[in-house]
């Protein structure tokens, strides 16, 4: 748990119990920030208590499959959103390397609560210290109110899809590379088209919902704040949020094409395959057909004289060489 008490944008205390934030939010100029990971209820009731929050927003908390929203619970506000990471890569594994974390943030004229719901607490997949530096960094956000602190939060989350993204991209590059290399691996390339494509539509759930969530906070919150700087921000926010959906959505369009275009090449491959196999079956079926017809229990020329097996060596070898050429020459072979 981690707390923070700024007045008139100045820190005048930190990592203080749950128990003093209602006594903080009266004052003038006052702004509380508290963050909580995977808290227990009786860490969320007295949280409720102190801030006054209502028993279905307290329920949300507790819910897992929560999907990304902003809920308005009068002067407040709870916004669900999801963090994304890309895990360590197993090989031969098509297990989805995506890595998610629901953060719901409470936000009120006075305060911002973050309650962070992390799978391994010791390796987050939200990095809450990157918020705390940029809001130290950025003195005169915290002026503005708490609408400035959830667009700090909200900018992290973001540049986190950007990231995630760009490591797909890369990876779909390798997926290309790989797909006309000179000896390419079938069946590991359909792993990874697969384990891509699943990544893809897990992060599409995730990013394409915070769009209508920025838009969301921005009219319910920035508006009322009357500050046109803050509205710029979100408005950015708002376009950084759109190209990452629009990335994403074509990336799926390219591992679609990916998938489609190794089954093609495939039957490509399937189809030399066969016009070898046809072909060589051809030169093989000239000796077998002039063997078997020197073979009949007749006399024919050169029967039981060392010139009939010259001649009969040398018109196979003559008419297979003959097919092989043909044959090379339409790219049979």
């Known amino acids: 748990m981690r707390t923070r008490l700024w007045v008139d944008g100045e820190m005048k205390a930190e990592n203080f119990p749950l128990a003093e934030i209602s006594e903080y939010l009266h004052k003038p100029g ?79 004229p006075t305060a911002v609560v973050t309650v962070r719901n992390e ?23 915290v002026k503005m109110g708490s609408p400035a602190l959830l667009h700090g939060i909200l900018d992290v989350v973001v540049d986190g899809y950007f990231d995630t993204i760009g490591q797909l991209d890369d990876a779909m590059e390798s997926l290309e590379d790989n797909l006309f290399g000179e000896a390419p691996q079938t069946r590991q390339l359909q792993r990874d088209t697969y384990r891509a494509r699943k990544e893809l539509v897990e992060l599409r759930r995730v990013v394409l919902p915070m769009r209508e969530v920025i838009n969301t906070v921005r009219h319910r919150t920035v508006d009322r704040a009357h500050t046109s700087e803050l509205a710029r921000w979100y408005d950015d926010l708002y376009d950084e949020v759109t190209r990452a959906s629009e990335w994403t959505e074509s990336l799926r369009d390219m591992v679609t094409t990916v998938f489609e275009t190794n089954l093609s090449l495939q039957d490509a491959r399937l189809n030399t395959i066969m016009k070898k196999l046809t072909g060589w079956a051809a030169i093989i079926a000239v000796p077998t057909l002039v063997t078997g017809w020197y073979g009949q229990n007749v006399p024919y020329p050169g029967f039981s004289e060392a010139s ?18 043909g044959f090379r020459r339409r790219d049979w072979l």
């Open 119 to 141: 799978t391994d607490p010791a390796h987050p997949v939200f990095d809450i210290d990157e918020v705390v530096r940029r809001w130290g960094d950025d003195s005169d956000a």
């Open 30 to 108: 006052a702004l509380v920030w508290a963050d909580l990971c995977n808290p227990d209820e009786r860490a969320l009731a007295q949280l409720a208590d102190e801030l006054g929050l209502p028993q279905r927003a307290v329920e949300e908390v507790v819910e897992h499959s929560e999907r990304t929203k902003a809920t308005r619970y009068g002067d407040d506000t709870l916004v669900t959103v999801y963090v994304t990471a890309l895990g360590p890569q197993v090989a031969g594994s098509i297990e989805s390397r995506l890595l998610t974390a629901r953060v719901l943030i409470f936000v009120s």
């Open 308 to 325: 009939g097996v010259v001649t009969s060596a040398v018109l196979s070898v003559l008419t297979s060489l003959a097919l092989y050429i």
